[in-house]
């Protein structure tokens, strides 16, 4: 975890006393919705279909116990008793009022979280690989740097009027599990020939209108570099980026337009004239973060410890273990995944019972921490392998034991139509029927690693872009129509998904989508074949004839 | 959403009405002939052409503090008088979403 400092606290406090006050003078009248609305964005509240949603900064994801209860308190007090974990690593409340909105702020302040950048043409909540350091083979903890980040971006008046908003996404493995070739900016910790500590730098990424996958601008930057090398990537973005359409606004666009090689050319010459400023991070700045990560006392513990050998004989409990649980660092112990995705329950919801006893069973089994990922998962990371079983049990107490993680029901989806005023058709039902019609596991299982996104609209919260099935909500004629794409995936070998053909209506995706699955089954050449694989040997033709044969 | 602004180009179909989210909770409301907000659609004042439905949008417009963000939606009109909504996104603000509320399910 890390330990906020007075700085951040004085800066938190601060701006929940100048939001108190904003939303005080738009209620008498003082301001117009015109003037209040920046103001209410640059504080995480949006106008929704329902009513205002309010969206928290969890930066890299991570959360202590006492925050998680922070944030049941929220859902209880202020809304309707649930949350909703984004693909962004933030959690959002659909039905908060304005007029109670400083106080649940300040009521978060208290543990320190706020909604600072959470919307607004600024740079958003730096995010992370959820198993940030736990996962075994890691160059170093990525959070550390995205910490340097959030404290250098938060606020900084140049990255507060930007053309768009900026997405900013760190990795220090080899598997990509915080998406960075879909972000703005991606970066991967890597160590050079001297073993120094340096990054990958990706830009240009990211989906929506016009998907794009980053491409690298440097193939290493000094960490002590990085901050002037981010500097002058948003400064050339400042400069040429479009302010006159909002639809080429992305530095993605830019990007594109240029070429990587002439943005390329302006970013190094902009870095040079401030490479050896003060933006040049000394050696105990990077320290003092480091120093205020704390880590657990880990023991030291078996590999294979008597609890989880006699839990092994148990099929639920070994169906669960098989896709929720993943080595940890540390031996005798593993990092546990909080399915979000119950049969039939909206993606990434969790309610405030849920919430607090999750924090219950983190202070139990897991020093007290816990990680949200863009899957719209949860993780618990230190958990002690002895305590599988009894944790397993506990959750399965709560609906989050649901055995899916990875599998067709672990589906990403954005709210659609039932909450988003920019959707034009639902995501969250047809996410609910399609976990429905794959509920039996041992199919799923079967199946194996395939990952389902859906998007109500072609702002693509959903990740539809990179879903190895891939659906998109459109509005035709008055009616909701789906595009389906296969082929897409947001790790390390990321790619955009491929159309199969004409949209589908409502009542048709799940049809669709059990015709693609079975015709993976039926076309792969042993059962290690995963979909994805099928998909790159094959393409998307034979998929396409199938669900298009019969309709 | 389409604006107000680019709403004064667009001609309606049939039968509409102004709607926005309460400023003070957000909650969906709905323009009344009697110049207020009400969150009963039955309530809502029902305008058939595009001069009418400007206006009653510009008169909502001005009423900044009691609402955010008004528009033209389609409604339909019964035999009866009963006012529905006139499409998805209509309905849904009207009944709310169409899936359970976790804390509910």
């Keep these: 975890m890390y330990a906020y400092d007075e700085i951040d606290r004085t800066l938190v406090n601060e701006r929940v006393s100048e939001f108190r006050d904003q939303v005080k003078r738009r209620l008498s009248g003082e301001l117009t919705e015109d003037e209040f609305k920046m103001l209410r ?12 949603m309010f969206r928290v900064a969890i930066p890299y994801g991570t959360l202590a116990t006492k925050q998680l209860r922070a944030l049941a308190h929220v859902a209880r007090k202020y809304d309707r008793g649930y949350g909703h974990f984004t693909t962004r690593q933030n959690i959002q409340f659909n039905w908060i009022k304005l007029a109670e909105l400083p106080d649940a702020l300040e009521d978060l302040s208290k543990v320190g979280i706020h909604a600072m950048q959470t919307s607004g043409n600024n ?28 404290q250098h971006t938060t606020l900084h008046p140049e990255f507060s009027f930007l053309p768009r908003k900026f997405k900013i996404a760190i990795t220090a493995s080899d598997h990509d599990r915080a998406a960075i070739k879909i972000h703005d900016i991606g970066l991967r910790l890597i160590k050079n020939e001297k073993g120094e500590t340096g ?17 690298t601008i440097k193939h290493f930057v000094h960490g002590r570099d990085i901050l002037s090398y981010i500097e002058a990537i948003l400064r050339v973005y400042n400069q040429y980026g479009r302010r006159d359409n909002i639809y080429k606004a992305r530095i993605k666009i830019l990007v594109h337009e240029l070429g990587i090689e002439k943005f390329s050319r302006e970013v190094e010459e902009e870095w040079q004239h401030i490479r050896n ?49 993943a080595p940890h660092k540390v031996q005798g112990y593993s990092i546990v995944t909080i399915s979000l995705k119950p049969i039939g329950k909206p993606p990434g919801d969790a309610t405030a019972e849920q919430m607090d006893a999750l924090a219950d069973l983190a202070d139990k089994y897991s020093f007290g921490e816990i990680r949200v990922g863009h899957e719209q998962n949860l993780a618990l990371p230190h958990v002690a392998k002895r305590d599988l079983p009894a944790l397993w049990k506990a959750l399965d107490k709560l ?34 029927e399609l976990t429905r019609r ?65 949209g589908v209506k409502f009542d048709e995706v799940a049809d669709v989508v059990e015709d693609i699955v079975e015709a993976y089954l039926a076309l792969r050449e042993r059962p290690e074949e995963l979909f994805m694989d099928t998909v790159k040997r094959l393409g998307v033709e034979p998929f396409k004839e199938r669900v298009y044969a019969t309709r | ?44 004042a029902i305008v058939r052409n595009s001069d009418e439905a400007k206006a009653l949008l510009a008169e909502s417009a001005a009423d900044d503090v009691g609402a955010v963000g008004p528009y033209i939606a389609p409604v ?24 359970g509320q976790p804390a509910q399910v």
């Design chain 1, 123 to 150: 740079m958003r909540n730096v995010t992370s690989d959820q198993w940030a350091g736990v996962a075994p083979g890691e160059i170093e903890d990525p959070r550390i740097w995205s910490e340097l980040i959030r």
């Design chain 2, 76 to 99: 339909q009109v019964g035999a009866d008088g009963k006012v529905e909504p006139g499409n998805l996104r209509e309905q849904i603000r009207r009944t709310g979403v169409t899936i």
């Design chain 2, 1 to 44: 959403m389409t604006s107000p602004l680019e709403q004064k180009k667009i001609k309606i179909a049939g039968p509409s009405v102004v709607t926005a989210n309460r400023t003070w909770d957000g909650i969906v409301v709905y323009r009344t002939a009697a110049k207020s907000w009400s969150a009963d659609l039955s309530e809502a």
């Design chain 1, 277 to 325: 400023s003060s933006l040049q991070i000394d050696d105990e700045v990077i320290e003092d973060i480091r120093s205020r990560f704390t880590y657990p006392a880990y023991e030291k513990l078996p590999h294979m410890p008597d609890e989880l050998r006699q839990a092994a004989a148990d099929p639920d409990f070994e169906a669960w273990r098989k896709n929720s649980v």
């Design chain 1, 399 to 432: 609906d989050l034991a649901t055995p899916n993680v990875n599998l067709i029901t672990d589906i990403i989806a954005c709210p659609g139509l039932d909450y988003c005023s920019l959707a034009n058709a639902r995501s969250i039902p047809i996410a609910q």
């Design chain 1, 41 to 52: 964005l640059q504080n995480g509240v949006y106008l929704q279909l329902h009513a205002y």
């Design chain 1, 438 to 502: 794959f509920a039996n596991h041992e199919l799923a299982n079967l199946i194996g690693r395939l990952h389902i996104n859906i998007s109500g609209c072609i702002n693509a919260c959903g990740h539809h872009h990179v879903g190895h099935i891939g659906i998109l909500g459109v509005e035709k004629n008055g009616e909701e129509v789906y595009q389906i794409t296969i082929g897409g995936r947001a790790d390390e070998s990321a790619a955009l998904g491929n159309l199969i053909g004409p």
């Design chain 1, 199 to 215: 990054f990958e730098v990706l830009v240009g990424g990211g989906l929506g209108r016009t998907p794009f996958i980053a491409k």
